[in-house]
DNA sequence: TTTGATAATTAGGCTAGCCTAATACCCTGT
DNA sequence: ACAGGGTATTAGGCTAGCCTAATTATCAAA
């Protein structure tokens, strides 16, 4: 038996667990997080995430194949996971207990994340009832490191005929939250995909009260469904 | 096209904010803030005082007279008050709102007010009624910028034989704030200094309701009274 | 198979913040 | 007036994270 002790490793910085959060999510269909599909999501220079990646790998925290790219190890991952919570349940209590809008949670939770006890977010889960998905509809890891995985589809390549439920929204543009909660498209809402115009043209779905939306292709590709098979 | 519209001023560091809240708490009876009680304040060495001031000293945060100490200019006590408007503010919305024991929340606010946007604070603020005190007792700052300034006496200096309110309490020590709330010393309690022994000895108080606490100097020292002329 | 475009890495540099060790300053007691 | 002790500053160094410019690896097209 080894005597090596958990080791008492210091604290992630706000920088690495962006980094790791980065990974989780190019990572999420399979495959590798690339150098520069990472430097895009934080905005930095592909060098930066160069040198990022050689530290996070010595520290274990990911698999650096060079030239390919990177993915999570195990601990990597619970420490993203453990993110994306904080991250989550911060938006959900916002949204739920502070009056915040869902446009405007995004930006103040990427902040708040780093700076949160594990204690106070467990305090909001509580004080939610233990939410499993967040405003935008994304679901929220367990404590345990669990999280619901789902094949989604956007609405931008959703097949024409056939009926989907609005799933999930990418949160990281506040107008175009604003706008999608004008048109009533919201996560849970049910649509069927009517027509969608030639090259790259926008996608008209009916809503169940009747009335149709027209949704251009930059949009759709931000609304994430889940096809219902049946009519 | 235009002229290149420099933002005034980058955000303050989380190093910077918690130099300057500490230069506000050293001169707020007037006078310098030293370089050696920043530094112990901080837990950081005096050389890395130094220099954090000629760099506070440049960006005219601070007044540096070298050798003698620093003090704030008008531009830092702002930026000091409204760091300690957010710290109050939160330490009364976590104990308030999510059930956190008095002991707890300085630390958990330490980390949080450099993080919350001034729309969180409000909010909470606005969710609390506008509280102008903290848990602990310290006068919150309004979102203007004005604090309440009170002529507090330490319990262990109080005069015996008069009576006095307990005002406010010092926030940093979770063990002691469990011990006072037990023993019944919170902000608001009205005591009569009874006895105190000689050689930096205990103060024995009494209590409205007749008991008595017998407080040893080292928690007397943190415990600020407001003399009551009368009886 | 060579080549050229693209992506990734290395090289070198910068700032913020921290440190220790060395030095300079200030004040008080003689 | 001056010496010592204590405090403050300067000198020099380190790490995390970022940058740009130069170099190298990969891969697909010619
Ligand atoms: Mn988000
Ligand atoms: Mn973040
Ligand atoms: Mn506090
Ligand atoms: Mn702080």
């Not at 911060?90 to 700076?115: C, M």
């Not at 506040?174 to 043209?201: C, D, M, S």
């Amino acid at each position: 038996m080894s005597a090596a002790i958990r080791s008492p490793q210091p604290p992630l910085t706000r920088s690495v667990e962006d980094y790791l959060k980065s990974v989780f999510h190019l990572t999420s269909q399979g495959g590798f997080a690339t150098t520069s599909d990472i430097a895009a999501m934080l905005e930095v220079a592909p060098p930066s995430v160069s040198g990022m990646m050689k530290r996070l790998s010595e520290t274990g925290l990911i698999e650096h194949v060079p030239y390919r790219g990177v993915q999570l190890t195990p601990q990597g991952r619970r420490a993203a996971l453990q993110m994306i919570r904080r991250h989550r349940i911060l938006e959900s209590y916002l949204t739920s207990k502070l009056g915040f809008d869902w446009g405007d949670v995004h930006v103040e939770a990427e902040r708040l994340e780093h700076a949160v006890s594990e204690k106070l977010i467990e305090r909001m889960a509580d004080a939610l009832g233990e939410p499993r998905y967040d405003p935008h509809g994304a679901p929220i890891p367990t404590a345990a490191g669990e999280i619901e995985e789902a094949e989604l589809v956007t609405l931008a390549e959703a097949d024409v005929g056939g009926s989907v439920i609005l799933q999930e929204v990418d949160d990281e543009h506040p107008e175009r939250l604003h706008y999608l909660a004008e048109q009533g498209l919201t996560p849970g809402v049910r649509l069927r995909v009517i027509e969608r115009q030639p090259f790259n043209g926008p996608t008209i779905v009916r809503r169940d009260d009747g009335t149709t939306r027209v949704v251009g292709q930059e949009l759709g590709l931000l609304l994430f469904c889940r096809p219902t098979d049946g009519e």
